[in-house]
């Protein structure tokens, strides 16, 4: 069964600097498009980063020059740095992939989010 576990949100201050991981696992023969997300309570849930399987990436606007997304297929997994952090970036983050297993249909899935928190 496919899962998609994301790690390494937290609590950090204005400015400051986190990396969250989203690694795949669970009988994939091919990763394709990924993809990172946000949402706040109340609010519905925004694209903030995309990276293509050829590793062509497309930002929000707000996160643009701050945050850069990447990917390891060797490992199955992607990667958001997250720099010059802001308290509006304080959000769930989510990804996505979609992903190709033997004998089914290409299939969007979705991880279970992690919180990060920017306060002083």
């Known amino acids: 069964q496919v899962q998609l576990v994301e790690s390494w949100g937290g609590l950090v201050q204005p400015g400051g600097s986190l990396r969250l991981s989203c690694a795949a696992s669970?009988?994939?023969?091919?990763?394709?498009?990924m993809g990172w997300y946000r949402q706040v309570p109340g609010k519905q849930r925004e694209l903030v980063a995309t990276?293509?399987?050829?590793?062509?990436?497309n930002y929000e606007d707000a996160v643009k020059g701050r945050f850069t997304i990447s990917r390891d297929d060797a490992k199955n997994t992607m990667y958001l740095q997250l720099n010059s952090l802001k308290p509006e970036d304080t959000a769930v983050y989510y990804c996505?992939?979609?992903?190709?297993?033997?004998?089914?249909?290409?299939?969007?899935?979705w991880g279970q989010g992690t919180q990060v928190t920017v306060s002083s």
């Open positions: 996505n992939a979609n992903i190709y297993i033997r004998g089914s249909p290409w299939k969007l899935y």
């Open positions: 669970g009988g994939i023969a091919i990763v394709g498009a």
């Open positions: 990276i293509t399987s050829g590793g062509s990436t």
